[in-house]
């Protein structure tokens, strides 16, 4: 494949995953979790305040890039703040991370990139956490950024891809607390490779030929990008040391995980197929398929030819002593099983927790489409599989479609997890459309009497409201007399409605599956909205 | 003595106010009434119902409903009548799961209309005193479907003769005029209309999407009726 052909189907890739990843990003209800990170950074952007809790919320990266897209809409206050704008952040980085995927273009072939970006662009997963405010995307785009600039160490040895890798280490610390885990797994790929490429060929254990002035660079560089995200940009050097502190809570969750506790095969099961009821079939059963065949292949004798004829360069992850055989495919393949091994073992699993894995099985699934082209060496049979991955790859973003613009809020879709009701727009309408006939306004009380779990994402809707309290038990909310709105869940409605009788008007609203919430209006205020027509 | 006294007491006392029961029953309940004999299908969701005490919310008690009297010969009228819907193409299933007798509330048994204000409608081919109507529009989740309104009429296109039997549209979304009953939280149980002898051939039932999504949903719609008078 010439460089022209290349670099145009490269950008039709990149076309397709913005076309998947732009448009209307605010369909979706606010999930629990991207409310409380809205929230979050509403305090960054209106006071300049940050500092890094050691107990949830993950790493500050999200928030500090959030606010050149808030800034370049406008946006300087909570209130004015919007899902599509905060969205935003992470569909850029989600396409970012197939411009990424050119740092392994002498690993893996032009081909085998191609084909990988054709994947991330279209993998429902991929898409569907990519118009999610939450740090998983960017994480993934730290993570590629950080295999592509070790690679190119490993090819390049220099200084300036010693201090790209320890950014992009820096970066992945600085977002998720799970990066852990992937340092662990590229150090133990790392190894395996090595030990491997020793028991069947050279018979000895190579060493990367990166010199020890980058390894320290490197390291350099990602403590530098830690510390300069964890301190707040050094108002809070604490924040550092917060950030090491924190594991021992994150290992304490990641134990014991609650409601977010799955079997060890939950990830595999949910990406090979899933059904609920009467909804639609799920599968990226393809993407698994051929990581399959990828990985196989990395294995192959004939890696040497076929890398030859699409790179026209041999790979030096390792030293030159080495092999003539690819390492890098198999360098990918043993992080993959590793980090999959990893997140799979970790009781606590959430849908989106499985991206930073499943880029190293898509990695391997664009090497496994590429060496199904090279293995065919029949016209016919290249058309044939060339058909079937054609239609396999329109099933894909047919999901992708389904699953970001139609099954976006709904619990039949595996990726739309604990998913906020699409009914919490008709409450927050609600409020609207009474506020707009309070005498107060938007300064009209508000008081919320739900448990932990059912509050978010109500401060989110609620956000233009000046006056508006939060309670866990209704005893501590103090008074009702007089409170034009009341919100409740279940439980503490159970216990309010014999207090508030029939002063007040009730109404049932949806925040998630099987979770309810009442809206108490004050009836006077109530039959003066109704008789002004208003809804 | 005094132990043998009290217990003889309390025992009287007991077989008096059994008896007095038994009475008040028999007399409150009309001698042309039966109870009705419902068929439920297994509950579907686990959780606490909570008894949310307001003027216009169901009170769910998590306990099964109590007896409902109804003229003796009344029967279930609308197993396989035809039903018409306002959707014409429902999104999942067909409007004769409305009528067909599975009330089970697994995917599968029921019909999806799409989203926004829509109705079905029985047509019980002929007339009858209306007795009761049972609706269950999806009891899988705890879930409450809004602007609930049920008409009967002998006209098939609800022009004229409408009666409303039950309306808990409370800010008159529909149009239809703000209704006085409760909203409610589905359960297998399915809500029991009162429909007092209501003479129709048609009954319509609307709603108007869902706490989890703005589509409509029926399992079942059960009418129990006598011929009309």
């Known amino acids: 494949m010439n ?28 999930h629990h979790d991207e409310a409380n990170q809205a929230v979050k950074f509403g305090t960054l952007l209106e006071k300049g305040e940050y500092r890094y809790d050691k107990t949830e919320h993950h790493g500050p990266s999200l928030y500090y890039l959030t606010l050149p897209v808030a800034w370049a809409f406008s946006k300087h206050t909570l209130a004015s703040l919007d899902e599509t704008t905060l969205r935003l952040v992470p569909a850029i980085f989600g396409a970012g991370i197939i411009l990424l995927l050119l740092f392994f273009g002498n690993g893996m072939g032009r081909p085998a990139v191609l084909f990988s970006g054709l994947l991330a662009a279209l993998s429902p997963a991929a898409t569907y956490f990519s118009r999610f405010y939450i740090q ?30 320890g950014f992009f280490a820096g970066m992945m610390y600085a977002t998720k607390e799970t990066s852990v885990i992937i340092f662990a797994a590229v150090g133990g790929a790392i190894v395996l490779t090595m030990i491997f490429q020793k028991i069947t060929i050279s018979g000895k254990v190579p060493l990367p030929k990166i010199r020890m002035i980058h390894v320290l660079w490197g390291l350099a560089a990602a403590a530098v990008t830690a510390f300069v995200f964890f301190s707040s940009f050094f108002k809070n050097p604490k924040g550092i040391l917060d ?12 134990g014991s995980a609650g409601f977010h506790a799955h079997p060890l095969l939950y990830y595999l099961t949910l990406l090979a197929y899933s059904k609920s009821g009467a909804g639609p079939a799920w599968s990226e059963a393809l993407i698994l398929g ?72 898509i990695l391997l699934a664009g090497m496994g489409a590429a060496f199904i082209f090279q293995f065919l060496r029949k016209d016919y049979l290249k058309v044939i599989a060339g058909l079937l991955l054609a239609a396999g790859l329109f099933h894909l973003g047919w999901q992708s479609f389904r699953a970001n613009f139609q099954f976006y809020a709904d619990p039949r879709n595996p990726y739309a997890y604990a998913e906020t009701s699409p009914d919490i727009l008709k409450l927050a309408k609600r409020i609207d459309g009474l506020a707009a006939l309070h005498p107060e306004g938007r300064r009209m009380l508000i008081k919320v009497v739900c448990g932990l779990d059912q509050t978010w994402p109500l401060p989110w809707y609620l956000r233009s409201f000046d006056r508006v309290g939060y309670w866990q038990d209704w005893p501590t909310a103090g008074g009702f007399e007089r409170v034009p709105l009341i919100i409740a869940d279940q439980d503490q409605a159970e216990k309010l409605g014999p207090l508030l009788q029939d002063k007040y008007q009730a109404e049932y609203y949806g925040l998630r599956p099987d979770v309810l919430l009442v809206l108490f209006i004050d009836r006077g205020f109530w ?9 | 003595m005094i132990k043998k006294a009290v ?36 509950p579907m969701f686990i959780g606490t119902p909570r008894n949310i005490k307001t003027p216009n919310l169901e009170i769910v008690t998590g306990k099964p409903r109590g007896p409902f009297f109804v003229p003796k010969g009344t029967k279930l009228i609308s197993l396989r009548r035809p039903v018409t819907a306002s959707d014409r193409q429902p999104v999942i299933g067909e409007t004769g799961f409305v009528t067909d007798g599975e009330k089970s ?3 599968g048994y029921f019909v999806e209309l799409g989203p926004g204000m829509q109705w079905v409608q029985i047509d019980l081919q002929g007339e009858y005193d209306l007795s009761a109507i049972l609706v269950w529009h999806y009891h899988a989740q705890a879930r409450v479907y809004r602007d609930v309104i049920v008409r009967v009429s002998d006209d098939k296109d609800f022009m004229k003769s409408v009666t409303t039997i039950f309306n808990n549209d409370h800010d008159n979304t529909s149009g239809l005029g703000i209704g006085k009953d409760k909203e409610y939280i589905e359960t297998n149980e399915g809500r029991l209309v009162d429909s007092r002898g209501t003479k129709a051939r048609y ?22 009726a006598t011929p009309a008078k």
Not at chain 1, 152 to 165: D, K, N, V, Y
Not at chain 1, 527 to 535: I, N, Q
Request: aromatic fraction near 14%; hydrophobic fraction near 45%; charged fraction near 20%.
């Open chain 1, 3 to 30: 460089k022209t052909a290349f670099r145009g189907l490269f950008l039709l890739v990149l076309a397709g995953a913005l076309l998947l990843r732009l448009p209307r990003l605010g369909l979706r209800p606010m």
């Open chain 1, 136 to 165: 998983e995307t960017l994480f993934v785009f730290f993570i590629v950024g950080f295999l592509g600039s070790l690679w190119r160490l490993a090819e390049h040895p220099s200084t300036g891809w010693a201090l790209a890798s």
């Open chain 1, 243 to 254: 950030s090491i502190v924190a594991f021992k809570g994150y290992f304490e969750k990641g």
């Open chain 1, 290 to 361: 051929l990581a399959i065949i990828g990985g196989a292949a990395a294995f192959q004798k004939k890696d040497r030819r076929l890398l030859k004829r699409n790179t026209g360069r041999a790979e030096k992850l390792f030293s030159s002593a080495t092999s003539a055989e690819s390492s890098f495919p198999k360098f990918i393949f043993f992080f993959t099983v590793l980090a999959t091994a990893a997140f799979s073992f970790l009781p606590y699993k959430t849908p989106w927790n499985l991206l930073p894995f499943y880029t190293g099985i």
């Open chain 1, 527 to 535: 039959e003066k909205y109704l008789l002004d027509g208003k809804k």
């Open chain 2, 7 to 42: 217990i003889y007491t309390f025992a009287s006392v007991f077989c008096l106010v059994a008896v007095l029961s038994v009475v008040a029953q028999s007399q409150t309940q009309d001698p042309n009434k039966e109870e009705l004999k419902l068929q439920l299908p297994k």
């Open chain 2, 105 to 107: 509330g697994e995917d």
């Open chain 2, 203 to 224: 009954v319509r039932l609307y709603s108007n999407g869902n706490t989890s999504n703005d589509m409509n949903h029926y399992v079942e719609v059960e009418v129990y």
